[in-house]
């Protein structure tokens, strides 16, 4: 899926419109985007998968014993971030074979690092929505008013230093923007912020929803 | 009221509404240190909504309870740690081997490794520790899942339906469990069950539970000597009760099996 993506409009679009982006091709600017993309579709899907894991199995179980809330909340967001990392970590070495980036070790730990926070920040926000929500019926319609929303409007497609007003202050307000701009600037060096700016931002975001996902997961109905 | 030291569990006026439908309509009763109390009741009756107000997973509406003396809610944590409970739906995660299963919860009560050992035994399943339970009969699995919520020794194990969908000969064996750990271990039992015979067998007490009301509450002889007939059986008390229509509503657990012909 995030490949199909990425051939479609990476090398198509690239070289249809022959768009560059400073130094770097179109498909190169995509890149970072589609690493965050599985980034983003993995955590969010495990982390609305507690749904489902309350109604069945071994959720019911962890529920009913003296274990704190928060901890359930970290087992999750965790556990996605394993999924995620699995992804992401395939659809990288791909890339960097395929588009000829040489990184370094600490380069590619910068990565995970920055797949590590995405992950962690959206798969809790995944959670706190999951609480209130009913059913995975509305999963559908989740994942188009937010995460297809996060996605496009995240620097993953276009540089967001050309855009109106408004909408750079929607960009600038999504922190998957950070996301992809940390990968970017470890990829191939160019970006919008500093790489000081993304963690940041990245870390700020993982803390508010963690906490938010942990108030919301025990609070909720299901207490 | 008062909270005798005996009580187990209290219960008083305790309501649970979703939207507007009340599926537990201010329940009152209480169950004794070493009882086994069962809620009878036809499909939709409100049996399940009411044991996970009980064991502090759903919030009630209204009314309150009290596990071991300690309130449904406030004092959650310490009412799971004195607790074990058995859900309607296989919760054992099936890619487990019977062994892992128990090992994960022993980890998380911080029970010792030999409990495991003991507690397979005495469910008759020290041959099937090392089997995944993907390879468990249905029977199997509930029995793995009855010493799971026993692994920590809890004060009151709360059955939802032990036995639903089981073969007799599984379903008595089960019940022999459940009476041995009664009467060996003093163990107080909450069970949930719309089998007649298996509430008659198996409890010093009955409620009646139907349309989320208490209808009638007792020994399963006081509830018999009601009903007025010669030979009063535990049928005709809850046909008397609870009327003879069919109930096909859907119970709230997603997986619910087709609605039992209990009406037999
Ligand atoms: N989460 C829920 N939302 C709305 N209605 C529910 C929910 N859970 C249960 N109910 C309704 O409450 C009633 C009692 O359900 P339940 O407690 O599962 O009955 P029982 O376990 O006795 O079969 C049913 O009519 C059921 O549809
Ligand atoms: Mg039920």
Redesign the pocket.
């Given at each position: 899926m995030p490949l199909i993506w990425f051939c479609a409009f990476g090398l198509g679009l690239g070289s249809a419109f022959g768009i560059r982006y400073g130094e770097i091709g179109y498909a190169e600017f995509l890149a970072p985007g589609i690493i965050a993309m599985t980034v983003l579709f993995a955590s969010t899907f495990s982390g609305m998968s507690i749904i489902v894991d309350k109604e069945f199995g071994i959720l019911k179980e962890l529920l009913v014993a003296p274990i704190s809330r928060t901890s359930l909340v970290f087992g999750k967001v965790f556990g996605g971030m394993a999924t995620s990392l699995i992804r992401a970590i395939l659809i990288t070495i791909l890339f960097s074979m395929t588009l000829k980036i040489s990184m370094s070790i600490p380069e590619y730990l910068g990565i995970l690092a920055i797949i590590c926070l995405i992950s962690f920040g959206f798969g809790a926000l995944a959670i706190a929505i999951a609480t209130l929500m009913?059913s995975m019926e509305g999963f559908g319609l989740i994942v188009e008013l937010v995460v297809m929303p996060i996605f496009f409007l995240s620097g993953a497609f276009f540089p967001i230093e050309r855009l109106p007003e408004w909408l750079s202050m929607v960009v600038a307000l999504n922190p998957l923007t950070y996301g992809v701009d940390g990968l970017r600037l470890i990829m191939f060096g160019t970006g919008s912020f500093s790489m000081l700016h993304d963690f940041g931002m990245l870390m700020f975001f993982d803390a508010v929803m963690v906490i938010l996902a942990a108030y919301l997961f025990g609070r909720g109905?299901t207490t | 009221m008062k909270q005798s030291p005996n009580d187990m569990i209290k219960v008083a006026s305790l309501a649970?509404r979703?939207?507007g439908?009340t599926?537990?309509d201010q329940i009152s009763f209480e169950v004794s240190a070493s009882e086994i109390f069962g809620?009878l009741?036809?499909?939709?009756?409100?049996?399940?909504?009411?044991?996970?107000m009980l064991t502090t997973l759903l919030k009630a509406s209204g009314g309150w309870a009290k596990v071991c003396g300690f309130d449904i809610s406030s004092e959650m944590r310490q009412i799971r740690k004195t607790i074990g409970v058995v859900f309607?739906d296989h919760t054992s995660d099936e890619w487990l081997t019977g062994m892992e299963y128990l090992q994960l919860h022993a980890g998380i009560y911080g029970v010792d490794e030999n409990r495991i050992e003991d507690i397979l035994k005495l469910f008759d399943l020290e041959r099937w520790g090392d089997h995944v339970i993907k390879e468990y009969s249905s029977g199997m699995r509930r029995r793995l899942e009855i010493a799971r919520g026993l692994i920590h020794h809890p004060r009151v194990l709360f059955l939802?339906?032990p036995t639903l969908g089981l073969d007799v000969q599984t379903r008595r064996k089960i019940w022999s469990y459940i009476k041995d750990l009664n009467e060996n271990e003093g163990l107080t039992v909450f069970l949930?069950t719309?089998y007649l015979e298996e509430a008659d067998e198996l409890c010093d007490r009955i409620a009646i539970?139907d349309h989320?009301k208490i209808v009638a509450i007792g020994t399963p002889e006081e509830l018999k000597s009601i009903v007025k007939s010669d030979h009063p059986t535990l049928d005709e008390v809850f046909l008397n009760y609870t009327g003879r229509e069919m109930r096909d509503?859907?119970?709230?657990?997603r997986n619910?099996r087709p609605p039992r012909g209990f009406w037999r």
């Amino acid at each position: 899926m995030p490949l199909i993506w990425f051939c479609a409009f990476g090398l198509g679009l690239g070289s249809a419109f022959g768009i560059r982006y400073g130094e770097i091709g179109y498909a190169e600017f995509l890149a970072p985007g589609i690493i965050a993309m599985t980034v983003l579709f993995a955590s969010t899907f495990s982390g609305m998968s507690i749904i489902v894991d309350k109604e069945f199995g071994i959720l019911k179980e962890l529920l009913v014993a003296p274990i704190s809330r928060t901890s359930l909340v970290f087992g999750k967001v965790f556990g996605g971030m394993a999924t995620s990392l699995i992804r992401a970590i395939l659809i990288t070495i791909l890339f960097s074979m395929t588009l000829k980036i040489s990184m370094s070790i600490p380069e590619y730990l910068g990565i995970l690092a920055i797949i590590c926070l995405i992950s962690f920040g959206f798969g809790a926000l995944a959670i706190a929505i999951a609480t209130l929500m009913e059913s995975m019926e509305g999963f559908g319609l989740i994942v188009e008013l937010v995460v297809m929303p996060i996605f496009f409007l995240s620097g993953a497609f276009f540089p967001i230093e050309r855009l109106p007003e408004w909408l750079s202050m929607v960009v600038a307000l999504n922190p998957l923007t950070y996301g992809v701009d940390g990968l970017r600037l470890i990829m191939f060096g160019t970006g919008s912020f500093s790489m000081l700016h993304d963690f940041g931002m990245l870390m700020f975001f993982d803390a508010v929803m963690v906490i938010l996902a942990a108030y919301l997961f025990g609070r909720g109905d299901t207490t | 009221m008062k909270q005798s030291p005996n009580d187990m569990i209290k219960v008083a006026s305790l309501a649970k509404r979703f939207n507007g439908f009340t599926a537990v309509d201010q329940i009152s009763f209480e169950v004794s240190a070493s009882e086994i109390f069962g809620f009878l009741g036809p499909n939709g009756a409100g049996k399940t909504t009411a044991i996970m107000m009980l064991t502090t997973l759903l919030k009630a509406s209204g009314g309150w309870a009290k596990v071991c003396g300690f309130d449904i809610s406030s004092e959650m944590r310490q009412i799971r740690k004195t607790i074990g409970v058995v859900f309607q739906d296989h919760t054992s995660d099936e890619w487990l081997t019977g062994m892992e299963y128990l090992q994960l919860h022993a980890g998380i009560y911080g029970v010792d490794e030999n409990r495991i050992e003991d507690i397979l035994k005495l469910f008759d399943l020290e041959r099937w520790g090392d089997h995944v339970i993907k390879e468990y009969s249905s029977g199997m699995r509930r029995r793995l899942e009855i010493a799971r919520g026993l692994i920590h020794h809890p004060r009151v194990l709360f059955l939802d339906e032990p036995t639903l969908g089981l073969d007799v000969q599984t379903r008595r064996k089960i019940w022999s469990y459940i009476k041995d750990l009664n009467e060996n271990e003093g163990l107080t039992v909450f069970l949930t069950t719309h089998y007649l015979e298996e509430a008659d067998e198996l409890c010093d007490r009955i409620a009646i539970i139907d349309h989320g009301k208490i209808v009638a509450i007792g020994t399963p002889e006081e509830l018999k000597s009601i009903v007025k007939s010669d030979h009063p059986t535990l049928d005709e008390v809850f046909l008397n009760y609870t009327g003879r229509e069919m109930r096909d509503h859907v119970s709230n657990s997603r997986n619910h099996r087709p609605p039992r012909g209990f009406w037999r």
